[in-house]
């Protein structure tokens, strides 16, 4: 399952491609409030879909976002968060 979040075409566009890679079901959530790469709305969101899928792995781009988003996802879950991993 993909979580893409955002606005507009270029979500639109997103959703349409992660279909390309094979992903079973992706799930497009689309607000203003996630345009701004904030971190506090972007983890909002982020916890609303874990907490309601449940996965075993929350995946993110290594990027200022998310490095601010995933650490704020993974306390409120009480799971443990790793950083910068290369495969």
Known sequence: TALLL?????????ASDAACYGFSEVISLSSERLVNDLALPTSAAILQVVKELRPAFVLAPSN?????????VAALLDAGQASDVIA
Do not use: D
Not at 6 to 14: K, P, S, V, Y
Not at 64 to 72: M, N, Q
């Open 64 to 72: 200022s976002l998310f490095k601010a988003t995933l650490p704020r």
């Open 6 to 14: 955002g606005n507009g075409e270029e979500l639109t566009q997103a």
